[in-house]
């Protein structure tokens, strides 16, 4: 069953920067919500590939990609995950990007998360006009 996102989940995101593995390759989860989450790793994925990641206290999650620009992956969980877990992964990330590091680079991920936060929204109204047209 595929997750459905909610376009109020889109404030909920929660910058951070966690090491982490998906499949055996190491990323860093840039941002996460209940409903997914912003990775960043020089391996090339293709939108649509699933692959499990290892949340702290949420423990394996299934995950598919939905959107990519460079090595930024817009990610979406298959189940929402807990508060607790977004919590867990917030107390155990490196200091959040922006408190240190290039201006640009900085730049460059508030335009990735404002992407992101779009294309939720959209996804969103998509799914609201697919249930429409499931119950007419």
């Not at 995950?63 to 189940?79: D, M, T």
């Not at 730049?107 to 294309?119: F, I, K, M």
Request: net charge negative; glycine share 6%; aromatic share 6%.
């Amino acid at each position: 069953m595929k997750c459905r996102k909610k376009a109020s989940d889109a404030g909920q995101r929660r910058a951070l920067m966690l090491g982490a593995e998906a499949d055996s390759e190491p990323v860093i989860i840039r941002d996460i919500s209940l409903t997914g989450m912003l990775l960043e790793t020089p391996t090339a994925m293709l939108v649509g590939s699933r692959f499990e990641v290892e949340l702290p206290h949420a423990g394996k999650v299934a995950v598919a990609v939905v959107w990519n620009s460079g090595e930024f992956y817009g990610c979406e969980f298959e189940y929402p995950i807990s508060p607790a877990a977004v919590r867990a992964a917030r107390l155990q990330s490196e200091p959040a990007p922006g408190d240190s590091g290039p201006a640009l680079a900085n730049d460059a991920l508030e335009e990735l998360r404002a992407l992101n936060e779009d294309v939720e929204r959209i996804s969103a109204r998509l799914d609201r006009a697919i249930d429409r047209l499931s119950y007419e």
